[in-house]
């Protein structure tokens, strides 16, 4: 099984958020490491912001049932972003099967967008 899903958003949103809200936006949609990791960038918050909202369309439920913070997406030692499923959103995976994801992160001055595809291994006994 393959699921994708794909999300942009303006990058602007985000940095009103942080403006209005500070750390009560901040702390509602990221983890203490992705907000490390970017250093609370508008520009990186956003396309992790995509990212989300992307794996919830893979998940095909959308973020209300997962919570924002239950995906977390860290890049590794080479800067590649990695996803990290935590409660609600683990729960579902391991229900789904999928086991895999590789996600895809870019933008430009105005925008973020990111792609993520789960898939699940088809063992022989299926």
């Not at 958003?9 to 936006?25: A, D, K, L």
């Not at 913070?69 to 860290?74: F, T, V, W």
């Amino acid at each position: 099984m393959l699921r994708c899903g794909i999300d942009m958003i303006e990058i602007e949103r985000v940095r009103e958020g942080i403006s209005r809200m500070g750390e009560r936006f901040l702390n509602r949609f990221f983890t203490p490491g992705e907000r490390a990791q970017c250093e609370d960038q508008p520009h990186r918050l956003a396309a992790r912001l995509a990212a989300k909202e992307a794996v919830a369309k893979a998940f095909g439920t959308g973020v209300g049932p997962l919570g924002w913070r239950s995906m977390e997406i860290i890049c590794d030692a080479r800067g590649r972003p990695v996803l990290h499923l935590h409660g609600a959103a683990a729960a579902l995976a391991a229900d789904l099967g999928l086991d895999e994801w590789d996600i895809s992160l870019t933008h430009t001055a105005a925008h973020a967008a990111a792609v993520a595809v789960a898939m699940k291994r088809v063992t022989s006994d299926e």
